[in-house]
């Protein structure tokens, strides 16, 4: 089946640095999506991403749908404590169809006040 | 408003037990419902989607099954429990198929989730 990889797995940063993570896939992908998960909880859709190149921004959260649509990133600026949480890539390939949606294994952030 | 429960929020089984998981949506008709498996560290993996009452597609082959009795409710079973059968259990909605402003309606809502342990 279609695989992400997210990087980094993990990430230790300062409240108020910008960060950045990313989601890549051997396969091309129709539409990418971000979620957070907080802890003990299920996951928010944060942004959806539908075209190439795509520029997308929800408050401080900013992704992007690469170009060679194998590949998305997430940016997130002047970080909060309230970051904190699990990041996932998801994305909706060619023939996947409306119901299925591969996820990512995740970017744990960590935010120190 | 819509809202999604799932229950119970915790549940420690031994192996070989059966199972039983229950999620229930309010607010909604005829929703998309599916339910993931969360192992820990992984990401989310879709084990049954279910677009209509009696409706059930596997994605993926174990000893796990899904019904849908009513619109609204979804349940995730076992006969016999594995240990690797551990893990986060997340139920989610989605209005039915279609698109809003010529683009596929994406957001899942996801519910709180069953933790469980198979000893």
């Known amino acids: 089946g279609q695989q992400l990889n997210q990087s980094p797995q993990s990430m230790f940063i300062q409240e108020g640095e910008d960060v950045s993570m990313n989601c890549t896939s051997s396969?091309?992908?129709?539409?990418w999506l971000w979620y957070k998960q907080d802890p003990g909880e299920g996951p928010v859709l944060l942004i959806a991403?539908?075209?190439?190149?795509e520029l997308t921004s929800n408050g401080r959260l900013t992704a992007q749908f690469g170009i060679t649509r194998k590949d998305s990133f997430l940016n997130i600026s002047a970080s909060i404590p309230s970051d904190v949480g699990i990041y996932f890539c998801?994305?909706?390939?060619?023939?996947?169809?409306?119901?299925?949606?591969?996820f990512g294994t995740g970017t744990k952030l960590q935010v120190i006040p | 408003s819509q809202t999604i429960h799932q229950w119970p929020a915790t549940l420690v089984q031994p192996v070989g037990s059966p199972l039983s998981l229950e999620c229930t949506v309010e607010?909604?008709?005829?929703?998309?419902l599916y339910w993931y498996r969360q192992a820990a560290g992984r990401g989310l993996q879709l084990l049954f989607y279910?677009?209509?009452?009696?409706?059930i597609s596997s994605e993926v082959p174990q000893n796990l099954s899904a019904s849908r009795p009513q619109d609204r409710q979804f349940i995730l079973s076992s006969k016999k429990l594995l240990l690797s059968d551990s893990g986060f259990y997340l139920c989610?909605?989605?209005?039915?198929?279609?698109?809003?402003?010529?683009?596929?309606?994406?957001?899942?809502?996801f519910g709180p989730g069953t933790r469980l342990l198979v000893l």
């Open positions: 989610a909605w989605r209005p039915p198929t279609g698109l809003a402003g010529g683009q596929i309606q994406e957001t899942q809502y």
């Open positions: 396969s091309i992908f129709n539409t």
């Open positions: 991403l539908y075209k190439a190149g």
């Open positions: 998801a994305g909706r390939w060619p023939g996947g169809g409306y119901q299925k949606v591969t």
């Open positions: 607010g909604t008709s005829n929703p998309n």
């Open positions: 279910s677009v209509g009452i009696g409706q």
